[in-house]
T-cell receptor, first 112, second 113 residues
Framework: DQQVKQNSPSLSVQEGRISILNCDYT??????FLWYKKYPAEGPTFLIS?????DKNEDGRFTVFLNKSAKHLSLHIVPSQPGDSAVYFC???????????FGDGTTLTVKP | EPEVTQTPSHQVTQMGQEVILRCVPI?????FYWYRQILGQKVEFLVS????????KSEIFDDQFSVERPDGSNFTLKIRSTKLEDSAMYFC???????????FGDGTRLSIL
């Protein structure tokens, strides 16, 4: 039972355009959601998060949207830069259980 | 900026042996975690640790695994009787509280021969 799904294994966008990464979840007990970025041979690096009481959180070029009724979140990167090329993981946390579940990851390639 | 550090970066062990993976979480963090990532697969939660006890563990975290915070700084993952399928990257993470993002180390690559 895959509770957190990232249905697109890869995404390629042109520099300067918008990148939209999507994530779906099934467990209604998740109440805190995060996006991490990962380069090869490094651990995941936190990007941005959102609590279930909000529907949007913005930090510079990164915006996360949460649609609780659809159990869907997305990460928007505007404008995309070549340095954004990495694997992006969404993670959903049940804070009562202290457990985070990760999606499979989406490899983003931003072309110059 | 404070970091989570993991040692060793690469551990090679014979099947059946015990291995201890070490982590130094960020000093003022209270929650500690272990994850693993088998090559080409997703990052999988193993265990979370708070107030000197396990707060949550996954079905992967069976009797073969144990965690310990032996002193005020280290957080270890012990794997007994290692199997070939234990080969993976093991990531340690810590957070100040459950509502804060987790900070990850760069991982230990465990290779079981």
């Amino acid at each position: 039972d895959q509770q957190v799904k990232q249905n697109s294994p890869s995404l390629s966008v042109q520099e300067g355009r918008i990148s939209i990464l999507n994530c779906d979840y099934t467990n209604s007990m998740f109440d805190y959601f995060l996006w991490y970025k990962k380069y090869p041979a490094e651990g995941p690096t936190f990007l941005i998060s959102i609590s279930s009481i909000k529907d949007k959180n913005e930090d510079g070029r990164f915006t996360v949207f949460l649609n609780k009724s659809a159990k869907h979140l997305s990460l928007h990167i505007v404008p995309s830069q070549p340095g954004d090329s990495a694997v992006y993981f969404c993670a959903a946390t049940n804070t009562n259980a202290g457990k985070s579940t990760f999606g499979d990851g989406t490899t983003l390639t931003v072309k110059p | 900026e404070p970091e989570v550090t993991q040692t060793p970066s690469h551990q090679v062990t014979q099947m059946g042996q015990e291995v201890i993976l070490r982590c130094v979480p960020i000093s003022n963090h209270l929650y500690f975690y272990w994850y693993r990532q088998i090559l080409g697969q997703k990052v999988e939660f193993l265990v979370s640790f708070y107030n000197n006890e396990i707060s949550e563990k996954s079905e992967i975290f069976d009797d073969q695994f144990s965690v310990e915070r032996p002193d005020g700084s280290n957080f270890t993952l012990k794997i007994r009787s290692t199997k070939l399928e234990d080969s993976a990257m093991y990531f340690c993470a810590s957070s100040p509280d459950i509502y804060q993002p987790q900070h990850f180390g760069d991982g230990t690559r465990l290779s079981i021969l």
